[in-house]
């Protein structure tokens, strides 16, 4: 069965950081390219990176290029996301995704969801 | 880039057909075929109900059935039923300056 489950959310004060992580099971991990969107509370869904299985491809929404770095360790079957400076308007639900279609960074389709972890900026 | 536009609320009654429309343009549903469509019950994680416009993921109901044309892709859901009731997102890929984007989200309820 195919599982993910992310962790390390919880309140912080604007400016500063935190990591997100995503434990994948139960599917080759390194064949995928993964994911995160993100969602406010009561809003809707906002794609936030992605990367490719590889590492080699990865790419951001405008709202955190710069601020935010996705990464994974295939090795630990494990997608990371490290937030820097972060704001108000961060806080939301963050949730991984894996993509439907296999290792490249497409937009595909996202077949499997997480249950998602919050993060709350707040001071 | 902007959010693709949805209608924020659609509704009907249990055993008829709805229609979900998501509109772009032309350098996200207009020029590629990757229109995904996700069901999102309160408190949930999203669910992939479409993907290519209009292919249907192994266990997703056939009452679910997505269509395009030019920069509007549609969901349509027929015999409806109370489960039905959620919010649904359309996304696409974009060639714009970032990878995908979501749709602004429907609201459907079953009367």
């Known amino acids: 069965e195919v599982q993910l489950v992310e962790s390390g959310g919880g309140l912080v004060q604007p400016g500063r950081s935190l990591r997100l992580s995503c434990a994948a099971s139960g599917f080759t991990f390194d064949d995928y390219a993964m994911n995160w969107v993100r969602q406010a509370p009561g809003k809707g869904l906002q794609w936030v990176s992605g990367i490719s299985w590889d590492s080699g491809s990865i790419a951001y929404a405008d709202s955190v290029k710069g601020r935010f770095t996705i990464s994974r360790d295939n090795a630990k079957n494990s997608l990371y996301l490290q937030m820097n400076s972060l704001r108000a308007e961060d806080t939301a639900f963050y949730f991984c995704?894996?993509?439907?279609?296999?290792?490249?960074?497409?937009?595909?389709?996202?077949?499997?969801w997480g249950q998602g972890t919050l993060v709350t900026v707040s001071s | 880039q902007s959010a693709l536009t949805q209608p924020a609320s659609v509704s009907g009654s249990p055993g008829q057909s709805i229609t979900i429309s998501c509109t772009g343009t032309s350098s996200d549903i207009g020029g590629y075929n990757y229109v995904s469509w996700y069901q999102q019950h309160p408190g949930k994680a999203p669910q992939l109900m479409i993907y290519d416009v209009s292919h249907r993921p192994s266990g997703v109901s056939n009452r679910f059935s997505g269509s395009k044309s030019g920069n509007t892709a549609s969901l349509t859901i027929s015999g409806l039923r109370a489960e039905d009731e959620a919010d649904y997102y359309c996304?696409?890929?974009?060639?714009?300056?970032?990878?995908?984007?979501f749709g602004t989200g429907t609201k459907v309820t079953v009367l």
């Open positions: 995704a894996r993509d439907k279609e296999g290792g490249w960074l497409q937009f595909r389709a996202f077949d499997y």
């Open positions: 996304s696409s890929y974009t060639s714009g300056n970032t990878l995908g984007v």
